[in-house]
Each structure stands twice: as structure tokens, then as C-alpha cells.
């Protein structure tokens, strides 16, 4: 079974590091898990053994498509948006900002870095990565915006390349390529021509918005580890407990 059976769905592990190899089948990213098939739920227990899935999404987001229960797999929902009101992360939140979308994604990274919520769920996030033992999923709604900065978390604690985390993170846009079209397919009457083509924007990723992320995190917190210490509030000794777990020497 290959990894396109579940939208926007990879290993982020592999990458060399100046510490060693991040391991493979720890961390997995995805987008949302509704309505899975038997062959889906097959391949995420059985073929890589997933263990606790996180679900990035919003209450709401969860009550109208929530995902399908797995047995044996421990689902968790951190919103990590839940202080903001505009529901960026969502379809219906894009929606809604369909006239600005760039502005709209420079803001919902922004705030990804610096909303209390958010803040307060990634640390949760993180922590316990060290405590849960077998392969984890984490994912939003697209696994784009929510689920990609989480991703880019974890790449940059190991100690990743820019560059490789900056692939993994646009490796969503070719990923995502027929779950986008079918959106723009079932709004397509709804909108005018224009919107179309700003929705279209929406439902992709762009390097601007996690080299804003950056941007921000660098303004308020000066470092990378800075953000991880004082930001997130994470322990003084969170890089090297990771590495010595997800490293592979």
C-alpha cells in the first residue's frame, strides 16, 4: 500500500542531521482522517503501527467531520487555534478570507507562533513525543498549515537543514493536488472567477508563510531555542531528551 491512500499523508523522519539520522515510522503527517476505508484504517494500524493519533483541529472542525475511530490508537485533540476566532485553519475559515488569501496565511502563521493557544498546544505537542512510545500521526484539516508548522517543529529540534524542511513542508502542494481539486470542484458555482483563483491560493502552501513564522519567532523570541524556552515553555534540557530519543547515531 503506498503512502497517497491517505491525503497528504509521509514519513517526516530519514532526514541527517548534525546529530545522526532522525528516525523513520516515528512521526507521520497527514490530513484529516474522516471516513476512512477498511484498507485506510489497515494500513495506518497494522501496515505502520500508528499509536496515537493529534488532531490539530478545532471542536467544531472535529463535530462536523470528525475522524474515524481506530481501535488500539489514542486520538487527542489539541486546537492549537482555539484563542482565535476567525477559524483560519479551517475550510470554512478560508472561505471567508477568500479575498485577501495571502495576507489571510501570513496572519495564520503569525499567530501559530505567537497566540496563547497555540503556544500552549505545541508545547503539549511536543512533550509528549518523549512520553508516548510507537509511531505517532499528527494532523489539521489539509495537514497543511497546522499540521506543517508542526512538522517543521519537530525537523528543526532534530536538527534538519532549512532546506529539507522547507521540501517537506512544499511537498504538500503536489500531495494535496486532487483533494484541492475536488474543494474547488464542489465550490466552483459558488464563487466567481476570481475567488476561484484565490481559493486556489488558500488551498496551498507557500515558502512566505513559514519564512514569516520565522520572521516573527525571530522578532519576539530572537532564537529558535528561545521560542522553544520561553515561548513554548518547554524544559532547559527538551533538544537533547528529543535527539537522544529520535536520533539515530
Do not use: W
Not at 79 to 91: K, P, T
Not at 192 to 211: G, I, M
Amino acid at each position: 500500500m503506498t503512502n497517497s491512500v491517505i491525503t497528504n499523508f509521509r514519513d517526516i523522519g530519514g532526514d541527517e542531521t548534525p546529530y545522526g539520522t532522525l528516525a523513520t515510522g516515528s512521526f507521520y503527517r497527514s490530513g484529516e482522517l474522516t471516513n476512512l476505508t477498511e484498507e485506510q484504517v489497515d494500513f495506518l494500524k497494522n501496515d505502520k503501527k500508528i499509536k496515537h493519533i493529534f488532531d490539530f483541529r478545532s471542536v467544531k472542525e472535529i463535530l462536523q467531520k470528525p475522524d474515524t475511530e481506530i481501535s488500539g490508537i489514542t486520538f487527542e485533540n489539541i486546537d492549537v487555534l482555539a484563542s482565535e476566532s476567525n477559524d483560519n485553519g479551517s475550510l470554512k475559515g478560508m472561505l471567508a478570507n477568500v479575498k485577501n488569501p495571502h495576507g489571510e496565511m501570513l496572519k495564520t502563521y503569525e499567530e501559530l507562533v505567537t497566540n496563547q493557544s497555540a503556544q500552549k498546544g505545541y508545547r503539549q505537542f511536543l512533550e509528549k513525543l518523549l512520553k508516548i512510545e510507537g509511531p505517532i500521526l499528527f494532523h489539521c484539516f489539509a495537514g497543511k498549515d497546522r499540521a506543517g508548522y508542526a512538522a517543521a517543529l519537530i525537523l528543526k529540534i532534530a536538527g534538519v537543514p532549512e532546506r529539507n524542511i522547507l521540501k517537506d513542508y512544499l511537498l504538500t502542494n503536489s500531495l494535496r493536488q486532487q483533494a484541492n481539486q475536488q474543494i474547488i470542484d464542489t465550490y466552483q458555482a459558488e464563487l466567481s472567477a476570481p475567488e476561484v483563483t484565490q481559493l486556489k491560493q488558500l488551498l496551498r502552501v507557500d515558502q512566505a508563510y513559514l519564512e514569516q513564522a520565522k520572521k516573527v519567532m525571530e522578532q519576539k523570541f530572537g532564537t529558535f531555542e528561545n521560542y522553544l524556552f520561553f515561548g513554548l515553555k518547554l524544559d532547559p534540557i527538551y533538544l537533547e531528551l528529543f535527539r537522544s530519543k529520535f536520533i539515530l547515531s
